[in-house]
């Protein structure tokens, strides 16, 4: 793992390790997932998420099991609801 710095840009650069582990060139464009824990980058021609992807990512940062599909919908339903109160509150 290595430490890498966001410019005053909002720049990162990839290590060469993991950029030539995923085959990605200059200009490649990828897809950003904005996970609780940490930041995913996708190649964006094949960037389909699932809700199995994304609870697979997360079960590392529990404890106890994997988030299940059902607990996933909740949750999104939970800060959908949250999210449009607090647009309606501005």
Known sequence: METIRLSTKGQVVLPKQVREAHQWDAGQELTVID?????????????????????????????????????MHEAVLKEAAASYKRSREE
């Open 35 to 71: 996970l609780p824990d940490c930041v995913m980058l996708k190649n964006a021609s094949t960037a389909t998420v699932s809700w199995n992807d994304v609870a697979g990512r997360l079960a590392k940062y529990r404890k106890d099991k994997p988030v299940t599909d059902e607990e």
